[in-house]
C-alpha cells in the first residue's frame, strides 16, 4: 500500500502518515500541501517524505482527503530548515512549519497574482494632498512619496511598514492613487567612496564569499556598518545571488529595506508583522522563486525560502528580540548562522555591541572578527560621564546637573535625549497614611501608574484599572513613587514649555509608522528634546542629536538575571552612540548612585569591548553561557503545588545523562503571574551535544506527562532569560 508522511499543523510529535491511491503517488512529492483528515477535523498538512510502498499497519490509515499543490510550494531547503529547527527547539515540526509559512498559505490558499507594481498619483491625489489634515501621517507620506512621478509600489511604501497596507487600500478606493505598469524606478544611488577602514572591511568580506563562514563586524555606532552591507550585496548580486538581511525590530526595517531599495531598484522584498498576509505571501514567493533579490525582514524571515541565497547578514545580532519569546522559541540569529552554513555561504554578524555568544565564537577562532572603530564623520563616539547623584537633590528623578545640561544644549539648538527604560509615569503607587501599594492582582507585582490615561496597569499581563481617588485601604493620600518616562516628560514640559518634546516609548507609539512618523520630525530637526525608553536605543541614526542623558541604569547593575549586565552595557552603548553622529562632538550623562561600582566605571572608562571581556571572566567562573548551554523548563498551574510536583515527576523520569546538571524544580523569579503560579527546571551542560541528546530522549516522557495534565508548560532551549 503506498503510504505518506506529512506534517499537520497540530503540538504533536510523531509521524502522521496517510494513505494515497496509486495514481496520486507521484504526485505528492515533499512540499506539496494536502488535505488530511485528523481526529474529526480537515486539516492543512505538508508532504515531508517522498511516497514509499509499505504492508498496511495494524491499525487503521486513513487515506488523505485531497492534493492543493500541482508542485511543492515549500522547497527542500526550508523543509530541512525547520525540520532541524524542530529538533533543536524540541518543537513539534507541524508547528515550525506552521510559524515558516505565512498565513494563506497555512490555510490551503493560493495567492493573487501580483498587481501591476507601479503607484501614481492622480489628478484628485495631488488635489486631496494639499487639503489632507497633518494626523493622517501614512496617507500623506504615501502621497508625497508619488509627487515626483510613479514609483515602483515596494518602493513608494517602504518607509511606511504597518498603515502602509490600510493608507494604500484608501489611497486607492478614493481614486487618489492609481496601480500603473511602472519600469522607471527612481534613479539608482550610486555606492559611496569607502573610508580606509570601510575598504579593509569589505576586502576581507569579499574574499569570503565561498563557502560557509561567519564573521562578525564590531562596528562603533555611525561607522559606516550600512554601507559595508551594501558593497557586499552588491557583489552578491551581480554574480547572481540573493541576499537575506535580518533585522531586530519592526521599526527598523523600512529605514534599511529603504536604503536597499534606494542602492538596488526593486526586487527588494521586506517581510515582517506589519505586512498584510497576502503581501507577505507574495513576498515569500517571489523570494522563493529569485524575482526578489533581497529580502529585508524581522527575525520570521530567517523562514523565507530563497532559491540563490548567497549571503545573510544580521545587524545588530545583539538585540534580544532575534529570540521569540513563545511558541516554537527560536534565536533568529542563531537559525540564520546556522542555515548559512547547511548552504555553505557566509553569514555576517554586525553590531557596535556584540552578544557574549558571538564574541566568545569569535575569541575561540570559530567566527572571523573584522572592526570598523571611526565614525566615517570624524569625531568620536562621546565620552560618557558618570554623575554622582547621591545627596544629590532629584526633582521627579532628575539632578540638577542634568537639568541644566539639557538646557544648555537646548539653548545652542541641539537635539537633547533623555533615557529611561520604563514607561508609565511611576512604578509604585503608595499610600502616605497607611503604606499600602497598589499590587496587581494576577502578579507578584505592583501597578505602574499611568497618568494621563489615568489608570494604573500591570506590565506583566496587562491587567488594567481606573486610577483610585485615595488609597482603597485607609482611603488616606496615594503618592507616586520612581519615575517612567511619562512623569519625565511631564517635569521636562514644565521646565522647557517652549520646546518640542516628544515621548518614545511603546504606550505612545503602538506602530512603526507611527513611530516613523515621529522620527521623521527628529530628522528635520522639529523635535527638540526626546524622552523615551529602549525604542531611542535601537539603531536609528539621530543626526542631530548633541547629548544624551541616562536616566537610572542602577536597578541593572542588581537585576537577577544573569544577562542583566551585559544588556546593559549594550543599551548604555547603544544609547550613548546616538549622540554627535554628524559632526558635532557630543556629552552623554549617565546618573547614578553607584558611581564606584567596577562593571560601570569599566563600561565608561574603557567601553564595551573591555567590559565585555570582564563578563565573559565571570560567566567562564560561574559556567554560565556561553560556556554552557542551557535549556529552561517552565510549567504554569493553578498553584504552586501543581507546578512543582509536576517538575518533579518530569525530574524523577528524566533520563540520567552524563554532563548534564539539573537544577531545580524552584519557583521562578516572578512566582505569580497572569494569575498562574510558575516553576521551573532549569538545565545545564558544558556540551550542548550532551544536553541536546538528553533533550531528545526525554522529549517522550515529557510530552506524554504534560498531555496527562491540564498545566501549561514550554521547553525553551538557550533561553534568552531565566524569569
Ligand atoms: P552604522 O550602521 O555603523 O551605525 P551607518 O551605516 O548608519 O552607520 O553610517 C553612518 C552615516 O555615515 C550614514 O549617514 C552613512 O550614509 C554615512 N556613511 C557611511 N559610509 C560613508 C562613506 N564611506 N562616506 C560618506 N558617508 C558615509
Ligand atoms: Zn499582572
Redesign the pocket.
Known amino acids: 500500500m503506498k503510504q505518506i508522511t506529512v506534517s499537520v499543523p497540530v503540538p504533536l510529535r510523531g509521524r502522521f502518515d496517510y494513505e494515497v491511491p496509486d495514481a496520486l503517488a507521484n504526485a505528492l512529492p515533499p512540499g506539496v500541501r494536502v488535505r488530511v483528515p485528523f481526529g474529526r477535523r480537515e486539516l492543512v498538512g505538508l508532504v515531508i517524505e517522498p511516497w514509499r510502498d509499505a504492508p498496511a499497519p495494524d491499525f487503521a490509515i486513513r487515506p488523505i482527503a485531497a492534493v492543493i499543490d500541482d508542485t511543492p510550494l515549500v522547497p527542500s531547503e526550508l523543509l530541512a530548515l525547520c525540520q532541524w529547527a524542530a529538533d533543536y527547539y524540541q518543537h513539534p515540526l507541524g508547528e515550525v512549519l506552521a510559524t515558516a509559512l505565512p498565513g494563506p498559505f497555512r490555510r490551503g490558499e493560493f495567492v493573487i497574482p501580483k498587481p501591476p507594481d507601479g503607484l501614481a498619483l492622480t489628478a484628485a491625489g495631488h488635489a486631496a494632498l494639499a487639503t489632507l489634515p497633518a494626523r493622517s501621517g501614512a496617507l500623506r507620506s504615501l502621497l508625497h512619496a508619488l509627487v515626483d512621478g510613479p514609483r515602483q509600489a515596494a518602493a513608494a511604501r517602504a518607509a511606511l511598514p504597518k498603515a502602509g497596507a490600510a493608507a494604500l487600500r484608501k489611497a486607492l478606493d478614493a481614486g487618489w492613487v492609481a496601480r500603473v505598469d511602472c519600469d522607471d524606478v527612481s534613479p539608482l544611488e550610486t555606492p559611496?567612496?569607502?573610508?580606509d577602514e570601510?575598504r579593509g572591511v569589505l576586502d576581507t568580506l569579499l574574499a569570503a564569499r565561498d563557502g560557509f563562514s561567519a564573521t562578525v563586524l564590531e562596528?562603533?555606532?555611525?561607522?559606516?556598518?550600512?554601507?559595508v552591507y551594501l558593497q557586499l550585496a552588491e557583489a552578491v548580486l551581480r554574480d547572481g545571488g540573493q541576499v537575506l538581511v535580518l533585522a531586530p525590530e519592526i521599526g527598523l526595517t523600512p529605514q534599511l529595506a529603504a536604503r536597499f531599495t534606494a542602492r538596488f531598484g526593486d526586487g527588494v522584498a521586506s517581510f515582517h508583522s506589519g505586512l498584510s498576509e497576502a503581501e507577505r505571501a507574495r513576498h515569500w514567493l517571489a523570494a522563493r522563486d529569485g524575482r526578489a533579490r533581497i529580502v529585508v525582514g524581522t527575525r520570521s524571515a530567517v523562514f523565507v525560502p530563497m532559491a540563490r541565497l548567497k549571503l545573510v547578514i544580521v545587524d545588530e545580532e545583539h538585540d534580544v528580540s532575534y529570540k521569540q519569546q513563545d511558541g516554537l522559541r527560536y534565536g533568529a540569529r542563531d537559525v540564520a548562522v546556522l542555515r548559512a552554513r547547511r548552504l555553505g555561504v557566509p553569514v555576517l554578524l554586525g553590531s557596535?555591541t556584540p552578544s557574549l555568544e558571538t564574541l566568545h565564537n569569535a575569541d575561540g577562532g570559530r567566527y572571523r572578527r573584522v572592526q570598523?572603530l571611526r565614525r566615517?564623520?570624524q569625531h568620536a563616539p562621546p565620552r560618557i560621564h558618570l554623575l554622582d547623584v547621591r545627596h544629590a537633590p532629584l526633582h521627579d528623578g532628575l539632578s540638577e546637573t542634568m537639568v541644566d545640561a539639557v538646557a544648555r544644549q537646548l539653548a545652542s539648538g541641539h537635539q537633547a535625549l533623555l533615557f529611561l527604560n520604563r514607561r508609565g509615569y511611576a512604578p509604585v503607587l503608595l499610600c502616605h497614611d497607611c503604606g499600602h501599594v497598589l499590587p496587581c492582582p494576577n502578579c507578584d507585582a505592583r501597578l505602574v501608574m499611568h497618568r494621563a490615561k489615568q489608570r494604573l496597569a500591570c506590565h506583566h499581563c496587562g491587567h488594567v484599572e481606573a486610577l483610585p481617588p485615595a488609597c482603597p485601604d485607609c482611603g488616606g493620600k496615594l503618592v507616586p513613587v520612581g519615575q517612567g518616562t511619562e512623569r519625565i516628560e511631564d517635569a521636562l514640559r514644565l521646565r522647557f514649555p517652549e520646546y518640542r518634546i516628544e515621548r518614545f516609548d511603546s504606550d505612545r507609539l503602538r506602530s512603526a509608522t507611527a513611530l516613523n512618523a515621529l522620527l521623521a520630525d527628529v530628522q528635520r530637526g522639529a523635535v527638540h528634546l526626546l524622552v523615551g525608553t529602549q525604542v531611542l536605543a535601537k539603531?536609528h541614526?539621530f543626526a542631530g542629536l548633541a547629548f544624551a542623558g541616562l536616566i537610572d541604569v542602577d536597578q541593572a547593575l542588581f537585576g537577577s538575571d544573569f544577562r542583566a549586565l551585559e544588556r546593559m552595557g549594550q543599551m548604555v552603548t547603544q544609547v550613548a552612540?546616538r549622540v554627535g553622529?554628524a559632526g558635532q562632538p557630543g556629552e552623554v550623562l549617565l546618573q547614578t548612585h553607584q558611581p564606584e561600582h567596577p562593571l560601570l566605571r569599566l563600561l565608561v572608562e574603557q567601553g564595551y569591548a573591555a567590559f565585555a571581556a570582564r563578563l565573559m571572566d565571570e560567566r567562564r567562573q560561574f559556567d554560565l553561557p556561553p560556556f554552557s548551554s542551557l535549556a529552561l523548563l517552565r510549567v504554569e498551574a493553578k498553584t504552586e503545588g501543581e507546578a512543582m510536583a509536576f517538575l518533579r515527576s518530569v525530574r524523577r523520569d528524566c533520563p540520567a545523562a552524563r554532563e548534564v546538571d539539573i537544577l531545580g524544580p524552584a519557583p521562578a523569579t516572578m512566582a505569580r503571574r497572569a494569575g498562574f503560579q510558575r516553576a521551573q527546571l532549569l538545565l545545564k551542560s558544558p556540551s550542548r551535544a550532551a544536553l541536546h541528546r538528553m533533550l531528545a530522549s526525554w522529549m517522550p516522557t515529557l510530552e506524554a506527562l504534560g498531555q496527562k495534565t491540564r498545566l501549561r508548560w514550554s521547553l525553551d532551549v538557550d533561553p534568552a532569560d531565566l524569569f
Open positions: 559611496l567612496a569607502l573610508t570601510q562596528g562603533v555606532t555611525g561607522s559606516g556598518k550600512t554601507e557596535a570598523l566615517v564623520h539603531g541614526d552612540g553622529r
